[in-house]
Nanobody
Framework: QVQLVESGGGLVQAGGSLRLSCAVT????????MGWYRQPPGKSRELVAT??????NYGDSVKGRFTISRDSAKNTLSLQMNSLKPEDTAVYYC?????????WGQGTQVTVSS
């Protein structure tokens, strides 16, 4: 019923930038937190960044390079990714928490080439 739709993924060269976005659609009660996680090939899902009540938290590997932003009124989320590295290659997932539930998007592929 609640859907999270990511966009903005693609192929980029090392050192380049991408901006991911996530939109929440469908029927929901409220969203109190949103975030981004990623899953590199052959590895487990890991934290990229979260936003909750105006506070942000970043994974160590992306600090200083990625910036998360949220429009709470529209329940949209963005991730600005700068200085991308090949090790940033992963499927990036948007997540939202609200009404006692956690929702996940379908993921968007980000590939960083050398």
């Amino acid at each position: 019923q609640v859907q999270l739709v990511e966009s903005g993924g693609g192929l980029v060269q090392a050192g380049g930038s991408l901006r991911l976005s996530c939109a929440v659609t469908g029927r929901f009660f409220s969203i109190d937190a949103m975030g981004w996680y990623r899953q590199p090939p052959g590895k487990s899902r890991e934290l990229v960044a979260t936003n909750s009540s105006g506070s942000t938290n970043y994974g160590d590997s992306v600090k200083g390079r990625f910036t998360i932003s949220r429009d709470s009124a529209k329940n949209t989320l963005s991730l600005q990714m700068n200085s991308l590295k090949p090790e940033d290659t992963a499927v990036y997932y948007c997540t939202a928490r609200g009404g006692g539930y956690v929702y996940w998007g379908q993921g968007t592929q980000v590939t960083v080439s050398s």
